[in-house]
């Protein structure tokens, strides 16, 4: 089925480990977006892109480094975990239309202990 | 700094019963406004979209208004079922150049039967 696939699903780190977590769309959507989603909050904003080579930092950046090296990748990079990043983080893509919707994934969630 | 405010909180109805969510937003300038079912362990879905020029638009039973001048919106749901039990995300869409979007914090629906 066409959408956003997202891998692993589940995922326990050390505090400290790296990982990374892999988006995948084939929708040939030009924007991607990696979302996290705590508890009583609202999906929140790490980092997007606009295209192929580009990414921009969103409303909680620090610690997450990304790369969308191909249009349908986006990966989300945890360079050393820490417990604070323990979330449930959501990928989306949508086409360049402002007024179209986000087609968002399953999930991944991380538990950094 | 651009705010959505989802209310109530949480909100439990009988099935059959009808139902309205409400949303502000203080978005500026804005482009669209989005309403979003998360079903618990899964990713939003998309129920509407409404851009500034659009005060009504219906999705089944799910019918979203807009009230541009106010910078409200809200979602009714007519007749429920088991199946709506999910929070429902009030999205707002700032015009620019990348259109960031703005999260709501969600209102946790419970339908009993």
């Known amino acids: 089925n066409a959408g956003v696939t997202q891998t692993p699903k589940f995922r326990v780190l050390k505090t400290g480990q790296s990982m990374t977590l892999l988006c995948a769309q084939d929708?040939?959507?030009?924007?991607m977006y990696w979302y996290r989603q705590d508890p009583g909050m609202g999906l929140r904003l790490i980092h997007y892109s606009v295209g192929e080579g580009t990414t921009a930092k969103g409303e909680v950046p620090d610690g997450y480094n990304v790369s969308r090296l191909k249009k349908q990748n986006f990966l989300l990079g945890l360079e050393s975990a820490a417990p604070s990043q323990t979330s449930v983080y959501f990928c989306?893509?949508?086409?360049?239309?402002?007024?179209?919707?986000?087609?968002f994934g399953s999930g991944t969630r991380l538990t950094v202990v | 700094k651009n705010q959505v405010e989802q209310s109530p909180q949480s909100l439990i109805i009988l099935e059959g019963k009808n139902c309205t969510l409400q949303c502000n937003y203080t978005v500026s300038p804005f482009s669209n406004l989005r309403w979003y079912k998360q079903d618990t362990g899964r990713g939003p879905v998309s129920l509407t979209i409404?851009?500034?020029?659009?005060n009504t638009k219906s999705n089944g039973r799910y019918t979203a208004t807009l009230d541009a001048d106010t910078k409200q919106s809200s979602l009714h749901i007519t007749a429920s079922q088991l199946s709506d039990s999910a929070s429902y995300i009030c999205?707002?869409?700032?015009?620019?150049?990348?259109?960031?979007?703005?999260f709501g914090r969600g209102t946790s629906l419970i339908v009993h039967p």
């Open positions: 929708m040939n959507h030009e924007y």
């Open positions: 999205v707002s869409i700032e015009r620019g150049g990348s259109y960031i979007p703005t």
């Open positions: 409404m851009t500034f020029s659009e």
């Open positions: 989306a893509s949508s086409k360049q239309e402002p007024a179209y919707g986000y087609t």
